[in-house]
């Protein structure tokens, strides 16, 4: 029996939209971003350029919760936690700590340094290994974990084995209204030099060498960036499809257990 030409049409164009959809569903990752710090947080998400924004570009994000974000494939880009965000009132800027112009939505603005910083790239070929890491080059804010499911040494990216605000010098801190430390500056941040940014004539493996304030940053978090040409390069890969980004890990310097990855997927 011959269908209809207008059935046929249906079927071909309802055909070609589920191989769409499967095909993209197929080359997603989820990230997992878990709240573990006894204050509430807001994440940002920043794509580079020429890649949509996820989530908004921000959320908020209460203490014990997790938020589930989706990328698609090959894509890249930063992630980073907000602190002391007051959004009810027109100020700028709205956040103690990551600000985006006074935005709760931050839509691919980038967040104001100092913050931790997790950087992602996305792999268009599922096959082949994502690779993310944390940086310290233009500051700190708050400790920050990248693992995994399921759990692998090499996927896994730990948190910081002290905080570096309590350790922060003077010069480097970033205070709040109430002169508490809520971030710490790079070198390179405060000072703008090119040694400590790794610029001109420093701009090498060869040329730029730690310093007296990334030595601070990488005794802390040794699992992080501590400058733009740390040595071995702390880079994780994987080809995992699930990953699990928490901030203020439970236990310093230690990644999640097998069974605090499973309840922040399952949140």
């Known amino acids: 029996m011959k269908l209809p030409n207008f059935f046929v049409a249906f079927l071909l ?12 569903k197929a080359h997603t990752v989820s990230f997992y971003v878990h ?6 947080i807001w994440p940002a998400i920043a794509p580079n350029n020429g890649f949509p924004v996820l989530a908004n570009g921000g959320f908020y994000l209460p203490s014990g919760q997790a938020h589930r974000v989706i990328a698609p494939w090959k894509w890249t880009g930063r992630l980073w936690a907000r602190t002391g965000c007051n959004f ?15 935005r709760l939505e931050c839509n691919g603005l980038i967040g104001t340094p100092p913050v931790t910083l997790v950087q992602i790239s996305v792999q268009s070929d599922q096959t082949k290994p994502n690779y993310y890491d944390v940086s310290l080059v233009d500051g700190y804010n708050l400790p920050v974990s990248v693992s995994a499911r399921p759990i692998s040494a090499k996927c896994t990216i730990g948190g910081c084995v002290e905080n570096l605000n309590s350790l922060c010098p003077d010069e480097l801190k970033v205070l709040n209204d109430v002169g508490e430390v809520v971030a710490c500056k790079s070198g390179c941040l405060r000072f703008d030099l090119d040694s400590f940014c790794c610029r001109k004539e420093y701009g090498s493996p060869n040329k730029c060498k730690p310093n007296v304030y990334s030595k601070i940053f990488k005794e802390a978090c040794p699992s992080y960036y501590s400058y733009a040409y740390d040595s071995p390069p702390p880079l994780a890969s994987c080809t995992a499809k699930d990953y699990v980004v928490t901030f203020c890990p439970s236990t310093w310097g230690a990644s999640n257990s097998s069974s605090a990855i499973s309840s922040d997927v399952a949140r």
């Not at 164009?13 to 993209?24: D, E, I, P, V, W």
């Not at 009132?89 to 985006?100: L, Q």
Request: charged share 10%; hydrophobic share 25%.
């Open 88 to 102: 009810a009132t027109n100020w700028s800027p709205a956040c103690e700590t990551g600000d985006c112009d006074g």
């Open 35 to 40: 709240n573990k710090c006894s204050f509430p």
């Open 13 to 24: 164009c309802f055909g070609s939209q589920f191989l769409l959809f499967g095909n993209t």
